[in-house]
């Protein structure tokens, strides 16, 4: 087994030789490794992660045989020498100096990242353990201790699909764009086909052009796909203003956040139409096509089809989760009460819950409440709950004044909840006023306070109200941030970090050499490509993510308005709640670090940094 730590022998090594950096440069490039090299701390082969305590290890072992193929840096001679060979000034000695000195750093990393996927490709490597993260995040303090009541949402949360069900979507819209819609017969015959290696969450559609958008967190467009053909620059700055951004009235009517792990499909879909009529050379309205897509997408939901076909075969579209009956029965051992809410059908949820749970899944809840039609589950004040008989499916006429254990009730809103709901919050440490406020607000009740915690996947459906208006503490089910954990792991995107460190690193070092007087065109040009080094590398870092958008939480190197709507709305978050079975019920979790400014943190990579990356469009 290959050893983990191998990234940062070339590291230690320059550290060491190379002893006439002064001190405060090396303690910089030694502060931007360790970062790095926390990224690819792996347990030890044979350790038990539910035995682990959950601020001791990072990344619990997940078996698995197959092997995970990354795209290979370049191996030629011309390629390799666009990665590791640094700029040199044309008239400052010691500039050239710091820079041959961390020439050397990144050819070793780059030889070393050779070495090991040579490695890799030997028969059996693919034989050891396997890591994925499953650990819980915190953007803000929360007590589990305190916290009595614990709602869940259903679809991506205890419940997750194999891709097959992604497929099954993208493949029903598709045959009812052709025959609800007129749209080409041949389509049916061009062999499209769902991408997982396509789409990310958190993506927008821009309905007048049908480009999907990934979107920084000040709302720019950082990346955006004319089908499957990336936009230029020169497109983004002339469509967007000069700016690659909308105004906020503009923004909300052209783009369509695809925000849930169903809209996936969507996203790939209005792609791949898009491309369709573009190849063919078929005159489009790119208005119509999303809006007839979006239009078929919905309907695809509503008909109820896909849920039919999945609950007839569960086997074929559930994951197992083996771990569920576990951290919910420790969540009502310490006392917990379990709210279970899902705009999904009766009928729906209960063939999945028995996939998942068993027959008798219905027991562990306090109240089941399904067809809840979030987020007006939350922002209605007045929809009254029905009860759902659960033979028939049907609805009962009687006026629902008390939720009661074992029972199954429809629609409904959360204001309504807290009426017919006879719960006292005894930990409550919410000040009176604060509480008298929010009954004001929502009819009163103990659900309206920060010790009801939701869980859920999708942000503006699930988390956003019941965070905002309702003061709930939230916890996000984010599976990519499991399976991108495991990339950071690989050795290569490791050793690219480490570049990327280092020629920051170099770009502030050698602009202190240089003085704060005006720049020459000769200190200009070595900065410019420098940048344009760091760019390939976080290009390349993309590339290791396997799909053309990159990280889900980063649009272009800068926090996505995923990852800035993950922080703001959410407490929590996590790949899967299987997560939280490492995890006592009074566990407290405490931020990573709740610091915002450059002046707070100094950081080895700024966060919000974009250099000259535009000469890659």
Known sequence: MMHQSSPFVGLILFLSLHSDLNEASAFTVSSAITSTRARTQIPPKGSSPSSASPRTFTKPLF???????????????????IYTSLPRHATDDAVNDTLAKIERTIQNLYKESNEARA???????????????????????????????????????????????LHLIYDMTLKRLVKDNHYPEEMLEAGLKFDPKFSVRGLAVDRETGWICHLSYTHKVAVAYEGREKVSRERLMKEYTGKRALKPNERKKRLKPLNDLFSMAECCLIADVVQFFNDNNLPFCPKNAVY??????????????FHRLVAADPGKYFEPRPHLREVLQKLRDSQKRLIFVSNSPFWYVDAGMKYVIGNEWREMWDAVIVSAGKPRFYTETTRPFREVNQKTGKMAFERVECIEAGRVYSDGCLTELTKCLDWYSAASDVPQS????????????????????????????????????????????????????????NIEFSNAQNAIDLLLFTLRDIQEILGNGIRSEEDIDVIVKLERMVALWREEQNKLLGNPFGSVFRAKYQPSLFAHS??????????????????????????????????????ATPECWEGSDDSLG
């Open 63 to 81: 078996v698995s045989k197959e092997p995970v193929v990354e795209q290979a840096l370049p191996e030629d001679n011309e390629s390799v020498g």
């Open 119 to 165: 490695e890799l490709k030997k028969p059996g490597a693919f034989d050891r353990e396997r890591t994925e993260n499953e650990q819980v995040y915190a953007n803000s303090y929360v007590d589990l201790g305190k916290v009595d009541t614990v709602g869940f949402d259903y679809d991506y949360t205890l419940v997750t699909y194999k891709k097959e069900l």
């Open 292 to 305: 007839d897509i979006l239009g078929a997408i919905g309907s695809t939901h509503i008909s109820g089809d």
């Open 434 to 489: 604060d509480l008298d406020v929010q009954n004001n607000f929502t009819g009163g009740g103990s659900l309206t306070s920060p010790n009801v915690l939701y869980i859920g996947d999708s942000l503006f459906a699930d988390l956003v109200d019941a965070k905002r208006d309702f003061g709930w503490t939230t916890a996000a089910v984010t599976p990519e941030v499991g399976w991108e954990s495991d990339k950071y792991g």
């Open 566 to 603: 993950l922080r703001r709305y959410c407490d929590l978050y996590m790949p899967s709640i299987s997560a939280l079975r490492h995890y006592s019920p009074q566990h407290r979790f405490y931020p990573e670090d709740a610091r915002l400014l450059s002046h707070e943190v100094q950081v």
